[in-house]
C-alpha cells in the first residue's frame, strides 16, 4: 500500500500538506527551522525511529486502523515517549491556556460573574478527568509494557485492561463547546470568546487523534507484544 507520507517526503511539505500534523511532529520532539530537511534526515538529528514516526504519521494523516501488517517492525520506546509528550502538552500547556483565555473572554461582563464560575468549574472537572486519565496511562500502562520489553514479570495486568479502564476524554470538552455556542448570554460579538471555542475546537479534534493513537496504534502493537511473550496464538 502506498502511504501519504515517506521517508523522502520534505518535512516543509508534510506541515504544509496537512498542517493538523505539527502538534504531532513536535511530540516526537521535532522542532521547527526544518529547512529542506526530509522525514529520514529530520528524524536521524533527532534520534528518532523513522519507520514509526511515519507509521503515526500515516495513521493520523489517512485515518487508517489497519496497522497489523507492520507491528513487528514498529519500536515501541518511541511510541510510548510520543504519548508521553502529548500528556504535557495537554496538561502543563495547552489546558492551563485554554483555561486563562476562557477566564478572560467572560471576565469583562460583571453580568456574567455566576456564569464564568459555573463555566469555569465545568472545564476544572474536565482538567481533573484528562489528569486520572494521563496518570493511570504514566503510573500503570507505560510501566507495564516496559516491564514487557524487558522481559519481566508483569502479574496479571494485561493491556486489555487498559482498554476496559480507557475512559473518552474528550468528550466532555465537546459538552463545553455546546454550552458556548448554544447557551452563552451575550448581547454583542464577543472576538476573544470566539477565539476560545475556536481553540476549544481544534483541542477537542486533538484529543480525539491522541485517542486513536492510543486504541487503535498503541494497543495493537502491545497485544502483538504480549501474544510473543506469553505465546498466544491467535485463533
Given amino acids: 500500500m502506498q502511504h501519504k507520507f515517506t521517508a523522502r517526503t520534505r518535512m516543509f511539505d508534510m506541515i504544509n500538506n496537512d498542517s493538523s500534523l505539527l502538534s504531532s511532529i ?3 520532539g521535532i ?6 530537511k526530509t522525514v529520514q534526515e529530520a528524524c536521524k538529528a533527532n534520534n528518532i525511529d523513522c519507520f514509526t514516526f ?21 519500536s515501541i520506546e518511541t511510541v510510548i515517549s510520543y504519548l508521553k509528550n502529548a500528556h504535557v502538552y495537554f496538561l502543563s500547556f495547552k489546558l492551563p491556556i ?29 482538567v481533573e478527568e484528562v489528569k486520572k486519565h494521563i496518570e493511570y496511562e504514566d503510573k500503570t500502562v507505560f510501566p507495564y509494557v516496559i516491564k514487557l520489553l524487558n522481559g519481566s514479570k508483569t502479574g496479571s495486568y494485561r493491556i486489555a485492561d487498559f482498554e476496559d479502564h480507557h475512559t473518552d ?10 454550552i458556548l455556542i448554544k447557551y452563552h448570554p451575550a448581547e454583542m460579538v464577543n472576538y476573544k470568546l470566539n477565539d476560545v471555542l475556536v481553540e476549544l475546537l481544534w483541542c477537542e479534534k486533538d484529543l480525539a487523534a491522541h485517542n486513536m493513537v492510543e486504541d487503535f496504534f498503541f494497543v495493537p502493537v502491545v497485544e502483538a507484544i504480549e501474544n510473543k511473550r506469553f505465546n498466544i496464538t491467535k485463533s
Fill in 31 to 36: 522542532s521547527l527551522g526544518l529547512g529542506d
Fill in 169 to 178: 476524554v474528550d468528550s466532555k470538552i465537546a459538552e463545553l463547546k455546546n
Fill in 54 to 74: 511515519l507509521a503515526v504519521m500515516n495513521f493520523l494523516a489517512e485515518e487508517n486502523v489497519e496497522i497489523n501488517d507492520v507491528v513487528d517492525q514498529l
Fill in 98 to 126: 485554554l483555561r486563562e483565555r476562557l477566564n478572560e473572554a467572560v471576565l469583562e461582563n460583571e453580568q456574567l460573574h455566576a456564569y464564568k464560575i459555573v463555566l469555569l468549574q465545568f472545564f476544572d472537572e474536565y
Fill in 26 to 28: 513536535s511530540r516526537f
